[in-house]
């Protein structure tokens, strides 16, 4: 049996894995509009309201969510992979009980996996679905592979732009080079656009306006509007504190932004999101970078 039909028997066991958790992808087409900000007061708020978070820093090599917690982890994602760790010996703590993993260099590496490194991460993973009701994962930005193979496998994607005319049209270019890609489906993946840096909700409406009108006419794409989160200083002050805004300053006005955005994500009915788990991503995942 090839390595192929053993990642499709894979998934087909994962389908009836329970319980698995939510997964929720984080990305943007350029650098620099906040997504890992947003990926970690997220999780923050998800965690207050009693859920048990764990964030994913698909971010390789950058390693944002450790810089901004000020931590540096022992392991990450590679030593999983590679090394025989557990998952709890790269589960790193943060604030309000959330949990993070760096992703290391481990996805470069994927396509030299054996088949038993193979069985090894997925079953790894199961037990990573078990410990968290939501996961997420903060990718790369731009159009690079690791970051569009991501998306691909992903039910439910949070895509950041802001007003600045590059990340309006990287966020554009990100959108078609998923469309150009054989094994893209609106069907299966829900795209949520926030509008981050903007000055009031009209500015946002405008801006997501922008994305979706040309998304729909030219791609065939159909992208949600999640929300506006306001241009504030207390964003730039946290990350040199190293803490999430959502902890040192609750009612500033990104963390109201964050918090609502966060209530219509989590109010959303179980029915929207098969909730297939993260081993079912990583799965497919595997099974699409060979």
Known sequence: MDQAQELRNLVK?????KPRARVITVTSGKGGVG?????????????KRGKRVVILDADFGLANIEIMLGVRPQYNLADLMFLGKNISDILIDGPFNIKFISGGSGIQELTNLTKEQIYYLIQKLNELDNMADIIIIDTGAGIADSVIDFILVSEEVLLITTPEPTSITDSYSLLKTLSRRD???VNDTSIKVITNKVNSTKDGLELFGKI????????NINVEYLGIIPDDPSVSMSV???KPASVLYPNSTFSKAIERIASELFEES??????????YLFANLLRKVR
């Open 13 to 17: 066991k994962n389908e009836i894995i």
């Open 35 to 47: 997504k890992s900000n947003i990926s970690l007061n997220l999780a923050v708020n998800f965690a």
């Open 183 to 185: 094994n893209f489906s």
């Open 212 to 219: 979706s009108t040309v998304a729909e006419k030219f791609l």
């Open 240 to 242: 040199i504190k190293q």
């Open 270 to 279: 179980v029915e929207v999101h098969k909730n297939k788990g993260v081993a």
